[in-house]
């Protein structure tokens, strides 16, 4: 069954700030970029090398998953060093290619208008979902974004190659597609998805229905 695994960015300098972000960007902070690193062995552990990597079009996502790229690229190399050592057995299997990186604009967080740039405090009720209460300041509603986060996903999900999707995208824009598939998750949801958590979702290609089955803290913390 084709996996879908939804991260979140690293941490920013805006995070920690506790400004709001929404459309506007902010520079990757070193637990950031620690963050991402820490992604990419998770994933090496798991054994899984991803057949597509897709970034939000924002820095703070495309600089995320550049890192963890460049992690994997890595990983490669030291691997085919690995084969010629005469002390390791040799590794029959051919390694995976790393994928290029791609952006879909669909994977963009909410905008919150005016209140970005703010203090977190600023935004109506909660940050990542406060309802339609940002739509007034020029924002993006709630109801809005989880539809654009499930169509753009179940886009991806049934384009070819999309065995094993790692996709970078933003806490607010995770947590509503999260949401909308809470009734069938095989795992707990009352989960805070921190920096460069990992949702890992089976899709279901006959009916376009994704199943949390696991949500991930690569740090370990």
Same mark, same amino acid.
């Given at each position: 069954?084709?996996?879908?695994?939804?991260?979140?960015? %690293?941490?920013?300098?805006?995070?920690?700030?506790?400004?709001?972000?929404?459309? !506007? +960007?902010?520079?990757?902070?070193?637990?950031? !970029?620690?963050?991402?690193?820490?992604?990419?062995?998770?994933?090496?552990?798991?054994?899984?090398?991803?057949?597509?990597?897709?970034?939000?079009?924002?820095?703070?996502?495309?600089?995320?998953?550049?890192?963890?790229?460049?992690?994997?690229? +890595?990983?490669? @190399?030291?691997?085919?060093?690995? /084969?010629?050592?005469? /002390?390791?057995?040799?590794?029959?299997?051919?390694?995976?290619?790393?994928?290029?990186?791609?952006? +879909?604009?669909?994977?963009?967080?909410?905008?919150? %208008?005016?209140?970005?740039?703010?203090?977190? +405090?600023? @935004?109506?009720? $909660?940050?990542?979902?406060?309802?339609?209460?940002? #739509?007034?300041?020029?924002?993006?509603?709630?109801?809005?974004?989880?539809?654009?986060? #499930?169509?753009?996903?179940?886009?991806?999900?049934?384009?070819?190659?999309?065995?094993?999707?790692?996709? #970078?995208?933003?806490?607010?824009?995770?947590?509503?597609?999260?949401?909308?598939?809470? $009734?069938?998750?095989? !795992?707990?949801?009352?989960?805070?998805?921190?920096?460069?958590?990992?949702? #890992?979702?089976?899709? $279901?290609?006959?009916?376009?229905?994704?199943?949390?089955?696991?949500?991930?803290?690569?740090?370990?913390?």
């Amino acid at each position: 069954m084709p996996t879908l695994y939804l991260m979140r960015h %690293g941490q920013t300098e805006f995070n920690v700030a506790g400004l709001v972000q929404g459309h !506007c +960007d902010s520079p990757l902070t070193e637990l950031g !970029c620690a963050q991402a690193r820490a992604a990419r062995r998770w994933l090496a552990a798991q054994g899984i090398m991803p057949t597509r990597l897709i970034s939000s079009p924002l820095g703070r996502a495309r600089a995320t998953l550049s890192l963890l790229r460049s992690e994997l690229l +890595d990983g490669m @190399v030291e691997s085919k060093g690995d /084969r010629h050592d005469q /002390r390791r057995p040799a590794n029959p299997s051919t390694p995976q290619p790393v994928p290029p990186l791609e952006i +879909d604009d669909g994977l963009i967080e909410r905008s919150y %208008g005016s209140l970005e740039g703010g203090p977190r +405090d600023q @935004v109506p009720s $909660d940050l990542w979902d406060p309802g339609e209460g940002v #739509v007034a300041f020029g924002g993006e509603g709630s109801a809005a974004l989880r539809e654009r986060m #499930v169509r753009t996903l179940t886009k991806i999900m049934h384009a070819p190659g999309s065995e094993r999707v790692l996709a #970078v995208s933003h806490g607010s824009a995770v947590a509503q597609f999260k949401a909308a598939w809470a $009734d069938r998750a095989r !795992c707990p949801q009352d989960v805070w998805i921190g920096n460069c958590f990992i949702l #890992v979702f089976d899709f $279901d290609r006959k009916t376009g229905a994704f199943t949390n089955t696991g949500i991930i803290d690569p740090t370990g913390a």
